[in-house]
């Protein structure tokens, strides 16, 4: 399995910005689907971005949509998520995962096999 690193988690005030980042080992990231998820205390792990390994696959949930941006650079193995304007309620840990090579991008948390250890984003009022 690829084993995954998010970083650039902390704290910052509601209408902020933070950026995500996803370092992923092995030499197939090019070829892969990747996604990001999120859990809140109290609550299931739910879906935010996913971006498939072809052009111009990508899926947002409806709670982050026109805010957060999925991306990746597959010369440096990383994914990202910028994140704006956040409100409280974007207070969570969040993940980074990966699909196996060549499958298409899906909101399924299911269909992902390997998974970052998360980085907790907490946004005050």
């Known amino acids: 399995q690829v084993q995954l690193v998010e970083s650039g988690g902390g704290l910052v005030q509601a209408g902020g910005s933070l950026r995500l980042s996803c370092a992923a080992s092995?030499?197939?990231?090019?070829?892969?689907?990747m996604g990001w998820f999120r859990q809140a205390p109290g609550k299931e792990r739910e879906f935010v971005a996913a971006?498939?390994?072809?052009?111009?696959?990508?899926y947002y949930a409806d709670s982050v949509k026109g805010r957060f941006t999925i991306s990746r650079d597959n010369a440096k193995n990383t994914l990202y998520l910028q994140m704006n304007s956040l409100k409280p309620e974007d207070t969570a840990v969040y993940y980074c995962?990966?699909?196996?090579?060549?499958?298409?991008?899906?909101?399924?948390?299911?269909?992902?096999?390997?998974w970052g250890q998360g980085t907790q984003v907490t946004v005050s009022s």
């Open positions: 971006i498939g390994w072809m052009l111009g696959e990508l």
């Open positions: 995962a990966a699909c196996r090579p060549f499958r298409i991008a899906t909101i399924k948390g299911g269909e992902y096999d390997s």
């Open positions: 092995g030499r197939t990231f090019s070829s892969t689907a």
